[in-house]
Nanobody, 116 residues
Framework: VQLVESGGGLVQPGGSLTLSCTVS????????LGWYRQAPGKQRELVAR???????AYAESVKGRSTISRDNAKNTMYLQMNSLKPEDTAGYYC???????????WGQGTQVTVSS
């Protein structure tokens, strides 16, 4: 099983990024997916999640500024982030959890740095 994140980088405050997570080795359609982030010295926190049926939920800190989506045909999940703030700086990780067994997998992470 592999989850590979991409799309991170350095962006100025107010800018936008779209992260991607491409998954292989699992039946993508029966997994709930999530984006998490972890800043130095802080615990990993949920940013957004999307169910196998496409229902979404967001952390209050990113609500209204981010959109999570999935393309089951491409085995890929996305996180579009707008109006980025310095406090969004973190490593961003994708997670896939089987909807029945609850077994889950993590990607290796992609760094997002918001700075002028």
């Amino acid at each position: 099983v592999q989850l590979v994140e991409s799309g991170g980088g350095l962006v100025q405050p107010g800018g936008s990024l779209t992260l991607s997570c491409t998954v292989s080795g699992i039946n993508f359609s029966v997994y709930a997916l999530g984006w998490y982030r972890q800043a130095p010295g802080k615990q990993r926190e949920l940013v957004a999640r999307i169910s196998s049926a496409g229902s979404t939920a967001y952390a209050e800190s990113v609500k209204g500024r981010s959109t999570i989506s999935r393309d089951n045909a491409k085995n890929t999940m996305y996180l579009q982030m707008n109006s980025l703030k310095p406090e969004d700086t973190a490593g961003y990780y994708c997670n896939a959890m089987h909807i029945y067994t609850r077994s889950d997998y993590w990607g290796q992470g992609t760094q997002v740095t918001v700075s002028s």
